[in-house]
């Protein structure tokens, strides 16, 4: 084997450790930027458990014992402070407020249900394993699953770029597929990654069905009954891929990245025939390939042992004009829907942006005013980044309020009735918190038993990454520094290591993902 194809795949082995859900998540503690605090006799002992938190100012406090208040909005804690430079700046006892915290580390697993919890990560162990079996390392966000009229399928990740506490964000999705029937939907939410998840609400958005009518969700959280026009003709690269995307059923359309340049474009063109001059939207469902998350886990790797800072750092400036956050999605870039005008330029309309490479998404943009009974749509693409899997044309025919249904009975593994994790998930302000392997049975009431419904999942919260020791093999701060200042030529490089592993680990993902789904 070619030293630089074998150089590549053990790289991709070691940051396929990290699981895989969205292009951005938690990376935690190292040994060595631990050891420049001088803190290494607390490093690897779990019977000398260190608190290591990241202020939103730059500083950093270590702490050998802490605890919550009573209200549990302060950490009390003995320990160091350190500046912005890392000198110490005091030693003694200190109340720190959590809502300046950007995030914590610990070499200490906490399953307790409080805020310090699920800001603390897990720092040791499992390096072994991700190497020698990788499978074993993949993962998710929270993923969520609910019948077909059949069985129960996986049908949405919730909240997929919410990787620090600082990003909690609500997620909707379409649960495009989902038919539960009887006086209850059962809602099942999986941890199935060497993650904590903190999820603070979750809560289906019901419609009643009507005939020969879909309900879409747009961009901007309306919600529309619509007659759907399938496509007249669909044309990519390699011809003709209507047969791809005409129907909602996992045959997706997906092309391999450019070897010289992972940000290169490929465009798809769509007509529809015989449109009504009416309010329209393009439906799309998708979801990315794994290339977002091979660059952001490449950039964790270029931190090295320095991974906790370097996240903390990026936190920091997601808050200012420097933005690498920002500045490498830019890079990747979503989907953009582009229009043929009268004057037969193609004209932007929006770009769309769905995280995370495993459950499917179904949105709805909206177009402009429409002068004939044909429209012409181009979509421009990230080459290998995108799996399709429907296109269609909904005609807007009425604006809908979706019933909010609240969970009212959550069951543990075991199928025993769990009051505490629901009393957790109904609170506003504190948050249900799940560890590698949890699995919570989620019970709704039916709306009406005699009636149909399509139906969206509402979720909220953030998650966190536990480290693994096997990921802290390098660190090259020219190369993660020209990643967040010059993306793009940053991408161009990163190309041809790609490449050498890409159809292998598309292969390893998808054929390894749903290990433990089919316990379900």
């Known amino acids: 084997m070619p030293i630089r194809l074998l150089q590549a795949k053990v790289l991709f082995l070691i940051i396929l450790g990290l699981s895989s859900c969205s292009p951005f998540r938690l990376i935690i503690p190292t040994r060595s930027s631990l050891d420049t605090l001088s803190i290494k006799d607390y490093i690897g002992s779990k019977n000398n458990p260190f608190l290591k938190i990241h202020m939103g100012n730059g500083m950093v406090y270590i702490l050998s014992e ?12 003995k320990g160091k402070l350190y500046g912005i430079n890392r000198k110490l700046i005091s030693d003694g006892e200190f109340n720190i407020p959590i809502t300046q915290i950007s995030l914590a580390e610990s070499n200490t697993l906490m399953k307790a249900i409080n805020p310090l919890s ?30 077909d009229g059949d069985s129960l399928q996986l ?49 289906l958005l019901a419609f009643p069905k009507e005939k020969e009518r879909r309900v879409i ?22 011809g003709d891929i209507l047969p791809k995307i005409i129907f909602f059923d996992n045959d997706e359309r997906y092309t391999v990245t450019d070897e010289f340049d992972l940000t290169a474009k490929e465009y798809i063109e769509v007509s529809f025939d015989e449109v009504e001059k009416n309010e329209n939207a393009l439906v799309l469902g998708f979801r990315q390939t794994i290339m977002a998350t091979f660059v952001y886990y490449t950039m ?117 009735v769990d009051n505490y994790s ?17 699995k919570h049975d989620i019970f709704f009431p039916m709306p009406d038993e005699d009636e149909s419904f399509e139906w969206f999942l509402e979720s909220r919260g953030y998650y966190l990454e536990w480290h693994r020791d096997a990921w802290l093999v390098n660190r090259d701060m020219v190369a993660l520094l020209e990643l967040q200042l010059q993306p793009k030529r940053a991408l161009k490089k990163m190309a041809s290591m790609y490449k050498d592993i890409e159809e292998e680990f598309e292969d390893l993902f998808w054929n390894s993902r749903y290990e433990m789904d089919h316990n379900y």
């Open 66 to 77: 802490w605890g919550l208040d009573e209200e549990e909005v302060h950490v009390l804690g």
């Open 118 to 147: 699920v800001m603390t990560i897990f720092s040791l162990g499992g390096s072994a394993a991700c190497l020698s079996m990788p499978k074993l390392c993949f993962g998710s966000c929270p993923t969520f699953y609910i019948t």
């Open 155 to 203: 049908m949405a990740e919730g909240f997929s770029l919410s990787t620090t506490p600082l990003w909690e964000d609500t997620d909707v999705d379409a649960l495009f597929l989902a038919d539960p029937n009887g006086p209850e939907v059962h809602l099942r939410v999986t941890n199935e990654a060497q993650e904590t998840h903190a999820i603070k609400s979750v809560r």
């Open 217 to 238: 969700k747009l961009e901007d959280d309306h919600y529309f009954s619509s007659r759907m026009v399938v496509p007249s003709s669909c044309v990519a690269e390699e």
């Open 300 to 416: 964790l790797d270029y931190m090295g042992d320095t991974r906790g800072d370097g996240i903390a750092k990026l936190i920091r400036e997601d808050k200012v004009n420097f933005k690498p956050r920002e500045r490498i999605l830019d890079a990747l870039g979503g989907i953009e829907v582009q229009m043929l005008d009268q004057k037969g330029h193609w004209s932007t309309v929006e770009t769309v942006y769905e995280a995370g490479p495993i459950a499917k998404d179904v949105i709805g943009i909206r177009l402009p005013p429409i002068q004939g009974e044909e429209i012409r749509i181009r979509l421009e693409m990230t080459k290998g980044m995108w799996r399709l899997d429907y296109l269609a044309l909904a005609g807007l025919e009425k604006e809908l309020e979706p019933l909010a249904i609240e969970p009212y009975r959550i069951e543990d593994s075991n199928g025993n």
């Open 422 to 438: 629901l009393e957790l998930l109904l609170d506003p302000d504190r948050y249900l918190t799940t560890l590698l392997g949890d």
